[in-house]
């Protein structure tokens, strides 16, 4: 098993900045992709982005390319989303995934973190 834990929501003005974090436990040995998704109220839960467990690839849906950046820390068992230009519609709870490839479909990630609040302000 996998334990995630996502960190770094909060409340922004349009056009602002955060960081979101995630850091994985438990079954850690094995070499896993980790992902980014995010579920607005009354909406399905859409990607955001993923890396592989190299870091050499990664993923962003066409809404927050550009704008939002993944990597890895050197610890390869966290992630993290920098989110820059951030507008209202990226409101949302986003979660942090894993799984051993990445990729952009929810039904691929058996592991889920609990999610963190971004609130952007118009």
């Known amino acids: 098993q996998v334990q995630l834990v996502e960190s770094g929501g909060g409340l922004v003005q349009a056009g602002g900045s955060l960081r979101l974090a995630c850091a994985a436990s438990?079954?850690?040995?094995?070499?896993?992709?980790m992902g980014w998704f995010r579920q607005a109220p009354g909406k399905e839960r859409e990607f955001v982005a993923a890396?592989?467990?190299?870091?050499?690839?990664?993923l962003y849906a066409d809404s927050i390319k550009g704008r939002f950046t993944i990597s890895r820390g050197n610890a390869k068992n966290t992630v993290s989303l920098q989110m820059n230009s951030l507008k209202p519609e990226d409101t949302a709870v986003y979660y942090c995934?894993?799984?051993?490839?990445?990729?952009?479909?929810?039904?691929?990630?058996?592991?889920w973190g609990q999610g963190t609040q971004v609130t952007v302000s118009s």
């Open positions: 995934a894993a799984d051993t490839v990445p990729s952009t479909r929810r039904t691929d990630y058996r592991y």
């Open positions: 438990g079954r850690t040995n094995s070499n896993y992709a």
């Open positions: 890396i592989a467990w190299t870091g050499l690839m990664t």
